[in-house]
């Protein structure tokens, strides 16, 4: 089976009538780049920067990370890479770094929170990728931005970085900028940032979490709360018509974008580009490859109105794409 899915590795990435769609591939750690070619993904849609904290002693300092982003950008010749600031926090321990202990991690000091309490572990980031993006094309991310002030308050510190690299007479390129929406607020705030916004990515998996207030860790939950749920649809479809309206590029690198039987909806529901697992990307490209774009339209539609997840279910694994 792998076998036959490789054939789908040079195929044009877009519908048989013609549509097409940006496959991006999610990354950890650098070792991983290779499957990223392998599969023939079109670059980097999300870059787990924190996976490099967890399998080091120490933080690494901003010449160890610029070398490292360097190599990422050699290894994709020219592609895209979207790089995540540190997501710290909740299930993400870090055992070097100082995090207070709290009652509630997953609503704690998370994310671009820890960024903007932690700014100089946030500034060594932000220089290294600086500094990289004069040998590539680089979009760097932050998670769980969910209202302005977060997002002011990291672009600020982005100035701050450039300053220092001016004094310091290093060198540095363009970034292109973008949240995670992975919060009902980053949706329901989301007209006030896109002003500020070069792209936007989903992340279902915690944006599933926040919306049904269900713990994405807990097995028990994981059945009865998924993220093809009404609300965490409608929540997804919110996001994609907010930023085609601004004009600003969307993209959706959560779990549910690896599931081949759910790209008839993403791309019906308007997505032009989706990050994956690179085990999965190939048979995701292989339903992409075979439908139409039209038809996964009226999926979406039907999809949308349903209002019971069991239905939704059914809808999803039915569908006659072939
Ligand atoms: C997400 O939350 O959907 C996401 C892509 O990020 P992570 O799974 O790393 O939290
Ligand atoms: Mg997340």
Known sequence: RRQALTAYKDKPSATLDGHAITLLANVGNLSEISHVTDVGAQGIGLFRTEFLLMNAKALPDEQQQYKLYCDALHSLQGQVLSIRT??????????????????????????????????????????????????????????????????????????????QLIEQEKGFGELSLGIVVETPAAVLNL?????????????????????????????HLAKQYPALSPAVIQLISMTITLCK????KVSLCGELGSDPQVLPLLVGLGLDEISINPTNLLEVKAVLVKGRYHDFVKHAQTVSALTRIDDIRTAISTINYI
């Open 86 to 163: 540190f997501d710290i926090g909740a299930d993400k321990e870090i055992p070097y770094l100082q995090q207070s202990p709290e009652d509630n991690p997953a609503l704690g000091i998370r994310g671009i929170r820890y960024s903007l309490t932690h700014p100089d572990t946030f500034i060594t980031q932000v220089k290294a990728v600086l500094r990289a993006a004069n040998h590539g094309q680089i979009r760097l991310m932050f998670p769980m931005v969910s209202q302005i002030e977060e997002l002011e308050g990291a672009l600020a510190l982005i100035e701050r970085a450039k300053a």
């Open 245 to 248: 309206h601004a004009k600003v």
């Open 191 to 219: 007209s006030s940032m896109l002003p500020l916004l070069d792209f936007v990515s989903i992340g279902t998996n915690d944006l599933t979490q926040y919306t049904l207030a269900a713990d994405r860790t807990n097995p």
